[in-house]
């Protein structure tokens, strides 16, 4: 069973830029989509990013522009990296693959 563990995220002031890890424990390869979503307080959980083991990739309409997801399947890394954050950008980031979350990495973004 493959595990997921986030990091990277942090204190960043609007307009900054950070960038989100994924490590999974296992290979990544057989897996076509790899995700990033993220929850806010009192919101429900939502599709940021996708990426498919051939590389297409899929943008919230919030975020396009500003964030880019990649993969590295020799490595079994998936990676975020925001630029342009905004305070709505403010939230829990998951790393996601079929039915396995990784613990969540806090973004925050200070005005």
């Known amino acids: 069973q493959v595990q997921l563990v986030e990091s990277g995220g942090g204190l960043v002031q609007a307009g900054g830029s950070l960038r989100l890890s994924c490590a999974a424990s296992?290979?990544?390869?057989?897996?076509?989509?790899m995700n990033w979503y993220r929850q806010a307080p009192g919101k429900q959980r939502e599709l940021v990013a996708q990426i498919t083991s051939s590389g297409s990739t899929y943008y919230a309409n919030s975020v396009k522009g500003r964030f880019t997801i990649s993969r590295d399947n020799a490595r079994s890394t998936v990676n975020l990296q925001m630029n342009s954050l905004k305070p709505e950008d403010t939230a829990v980031y998951y790393c996601n693959a079929r039915a396995i979350w990784g613990q969540g990495t806090q973004v925050t973004v200070s005005s």
């Open positions: 296992g290979s990544i390869f057989s897996i076509n989509a």
